[in-house]
């Protein structure tokens, strides 16, 4: 097996591609190593004391540096347990105590959207998942829905874009105005 890596634009994360699918639906970020307890991976990742995230996609895995960190000591390490993990085909979550394993975390927070704009959500929604999504997914993140309320979308940056120093620029500047071309009732993008 073979364990391909590549930058993101955020220099703190590598993305790294084990070859084969991570998360068959949806994604999960861990930014903490309570997080990681669901997952023996993002566990075993923390565990190395040098990362401060651990994000899974669909066909890869980003994950931070701490500050200070240099990638070179730091890569061989997140490859060598990932090699482990993938090779010993391991479980990705842990399962509960009824036997069922851990659900990755819901993509959709609540901000009590309201349902007259329910045509309007739609869009935005259609638009992030086959416009934004795939182009964030490229760079080692993701970009999920949070809400919308008078004319203000909300989108929580993941993974590599968390923490991103262009994770501003990219809402403000890309997304923003996607949105506001083909959702004129969108006036403005904020980080949730």
């Given at each position: 097996m073979f364990i391909e890596t590549e930058t993101?634009?955020?220099p703190a994360t590598l993305k790294f591609l084990p070859g084969r699918e991570v998360?068959?639906?949806g994604t999960r970020e861990f930014t903490s190593p309570e997080d990681a307890a669901a997952s023996p991976l993002a566990e075993a990742l923390f565990d190395?004391?040098?990362v401060t995230g651990v994000f899974f996609g669909h066909g890869f895995i980003s994950v931070t540096a701490a500050p200070g960190v240099e990638w070179p000591g730091l890569k061989p390490q997140v490859v060598s347990i990932l090699l482990d993990h993938f090779v010993s085909e391991a479980p990705l979550f842990r399962q509960s105590g009824n036997g069922i394993a851990v659900p990755p975390e819901s993509e959709d927070a609540d901000l009590g959207d309201d349902p007259a704009d329910?045509?309007?959500i739609a869009q935005?929604?259609?638009l992030i998942e086959t416009?934004?999504?795939p182009a964030v997914a490229n760079d080692g993140g993701d970009i999920v829905y949070r809400g919308f309320r008078e004319g203000v979308v909300y989108l929580s940056m993941q993974g590599a874009c968390s923490g991103c120093p262009s994770s501003s620029a990219t809402l403000k500047h890309g997304i923003e105005s996607l949105l506001k071309h083909y959702v004129p009732e969108?006036?403005?993008v904020r980080a949730a």
């Open positions: 993101t634009p955020n998360m068959a639906d190395l004391g040098d329910a045509d309007i935005i929604k259609d416009r934004v999504r969108v006036s403005e």
